[in-house]
């Protein structure tokens, strides 16, 4: 809650409660969206996104969980940053990541399935869009559990930002991997 001093005797500091919700900006006002939702609730998903010579899971390489809004553009200016609007830990989703001015670049789109809480393996689903097109040049569903498919390598966003555009390439590999090195970006 917010707390404001008040010159009430009782009901000082006075705290109002707030509640909000995150909307992702419309994808016509982003160069890259990515949306990612599963379909078993009390589990953990984690959208990794590693911009050009990132490191899956380590800061400022990689927008994820403990970096949801990476300085990576002109430091400062955040019109020009990744943001990964939420981590969500119990299920479901949605996770969006928008970035709406990447310099050129590979960036690399990583799912992580962090915690089953005991409920065992999820159905989880990524949609990519680039260029502010309404439809995805990506849509894509995989089982991911915890041993044999707990990382989800789907692919590569290569952005020119000269010509304001970017292409899609499809990686698509499951992996037991708890290796948190670096996922080398072409």
């Known amino acids: 809650g917010l707390s404001l001093t008040s010159n009430d005797p009782d009901e000082n500091p006075y705290t ?7 909307i992702p900006p419309p994808i016509a006002e982003t160069d890259i969206a990515i949306e990612v939702t599963w ?29 949801l809004s990476p300085d990576w553009g002109v430091s400062g200016d955040a019109s020009d940053d990744p943001y990964l609007d939420y981590d969500d830990i119990d299920g479901f ?11 050129s670049g590979a960036y690399r789109v990583i799912m992580w399935y962090f915690s089953d809480h005991g409920q ?12 502010g097109v309404a439809t995805p040049v990506y849509t894509g569903t995989r089982n991911m559990n915890m041993s044999g498919s707990r990382k989800w390598t789907i692919g590569d966003v290569t952005w020119n930002a000269a010509g304001d555009s970017g292409t899609w390439t ?16 072409k």
């Open 170 to 185: 499809l990686i698509d590999t499951l992996s037991a991997s708890f290796a948190f090195g670096p996922d080398p970006v």
């Open 120 to 131: 065992g393996a999820t159905n989880v689903t990524v949609k990519v869009w680039l260029d």
């Open 93 to 103: 989703g949605p996770e969006n990541l928008n970035f709406a001015k990447p310099a």
């Open 39 to 67: 379909d078993k609730n009390d589990t953990d998903i984690d959208t990794h996104f590693l911009r050009p010579g990132g490191t899956f899971n380590s800061a400022p390489g990689d927008c994820y969980y403990s970096n």
């Open 16 to 22: 109002i409660n707030l509640l909000g919700e995150g």
